[in-house]
């Protein structure tokens, strides 16, 4: 079956250190961190990547104090995205355009706040909020796109832990292949860092990471790594068939060259490597590559103990020391882990390597974890490479959902 | 609490739940739904706010009192005077 060719034309973002894809991967080369301490319900102030984005840019006030913070960084992402691809909001099919938005979880945040709003009233449920469940539907954020846009095709959500970045991608160049759309939105947002109950979970389960430094806590492959530094954040895409961006003229930032997705089968938690290299071969095979012909691998590693190793353990058993052109990095050391956002969000900081070779480093990195050494690891500062031809990307989710997805560059 | 004032609590929870809508000309005779952008679950949130603020209820068959600014005087003020009675 002849499959047609997909192509990233456009990318909008907000992450902790950067609101437009320029602004962060200036900051991911610069070596600039920007991780702070909010105060958390219920639990102090602890460590987040908070976004500083205009949230006033693109929705009115009605719109913020109705949705989501979801769905308005979503709606951010979406519209700098179509602006980054030279395309007019207003001037969209409306009904060909598809918004898929990966989310690690949706409903949490609105609904802890309904609890605390009736605690105040002695948890007397008159006073629960008639927004509650048009906030927290699973679609929320997409529908909050859709509603934005004026855009009428299919908007909806891919639950995938945090795995769920590459999901969205993954499940637009399905939908461009089958027609079912001609443009599509997509990538990951989360709100995570708005709900108590995430961060306790993390906490119970001794994997939140703690440090003096908040740009020094998010450590992947350090020895002295200790947990996750949880963040929010977006990153959609536009993307479309080859021909559609040809005929407009797009600028285009790479193409979509292979994917897998599968699953651990194994723990609710903790991660299996042979799963994982299972998810990353799949996908290399399919782009019809070997693992020697891949220049990037952003790592998912979230700077636990164990996860980190397990990840290198299956990179390890893929790309063995045969790939002498192979560089490793990892962003979460910049921004934390941005949940649903994070795979989108990983992939676009590495897209501009397709034209500067410049392979961002993973960052506090003062003493590796002999575990975790790879080959081709870059610590600490930029690098710069021979040719970035292609880049793969790793997330991996909780229920042991794992995806690898591989973006090349563009040659026509 | 006078008519006026009562109106003017209104007023201030209609600022709240329509922050981008330029209250300034509101006439006080003419349907709020028909000056400005109001839709069902904006008019839940008067309901809701009335509730949460003064300890006003108004039931769903009551709703159709709080069409107009003036209609919510004539209507509300009664039951917040009711309140100040019982102190």
Known sequence: MSLSRIVIT??????????????????????????????????????????????LRYQKKKELRVGTRAGSIGIYCAREALADAGLNPDQLARDRTGIFVGITEHGNVETENEIYAISKFGYDTKFWSHYHNPRTVANNPAGEISLNLGSTGPAYTIGAACAAGNL???????????????????GGVSESIHTFGIYAGFKSQNALAHHEDPNRASRPFDKARNGIVISE???????????????????????????????????????????????????????????????????????????????????????GEGCPDTSINNTKSFI?????????????????????????????VDD????????????????????????????????????????????? | MTKDEVKQVVLDIIADIAPDEDLSNLKPDVRLRDQMQLDSMDFLDIVMELRKRHGIEVPEADYIQLATLDSCGEYLTPKFNALTSKG
């Open chain 1, 168 to 186: 969205g991608l993954i499940h637009a160049t399905q939908m461009l292949r089958l027609g079912e759309v001609d443009l599509a939105l997509c």
């Open chain 1, 233 to 319: 954040g977006g990153a959609l895409y536009t993307l479309e068939r080859l021909e559609t961006a040809m005929q407009r003229g797009a600028k285009i930032y790479g193409e979509i060259a292979g994917y897998c997705v599968n699953s651990d089968a194994s723990d609710y938690v903790l991660p299996n490597p042979g799963r994982q290299a299972e998810c990353v071969r799949t996908a290399v095979t399919r782009a019809g590559l070997q693992a020697r012909d891949i220049h990037i691998i952003n790592t998912h590693a979230t700077a636990t103990p164990m996860g980190d190793i397990q990840e290198c353990e299956a990179i390890r058993s893929v790309f």
């Open chain 1, 368 to 412: 590796l974890d002999p575990l975790c050494s790879l080959p081709g690891l870059v610590l600490n500062r930029p690098k710069t490479v021979e040719r970035v031809d292609t880049i793969l990307n790793n997330s991996f989710g909780m229920l042991g959902i794992n995806s690898t997805l591989i973006v090349k560059r563009f040659t026509s």
């Open chain 1, 10 to 55: 456009g990318v909008g973002l907000t992450a902790p250190n950067g609101n437009s894809l320029a602004e962060f991967r200036g900051n991911l080369l610069a070596g600039v961190a920007r991780i702070s301490r909010t105060e958390i319900r219920y639990m102090g102030p602890l460590l987040a990547g908070v976004c500083n984005y205009d949230p």
């Open chain 1, 336 to 364: 934390g882990h941005a949940m649903g956002a994070a795979g989108a969000l990983e992939l676009a900081g590495n897209l501009p390597s397709f034209l500067d070779r410049i392979v961002h480093p993973t960052i506090n």
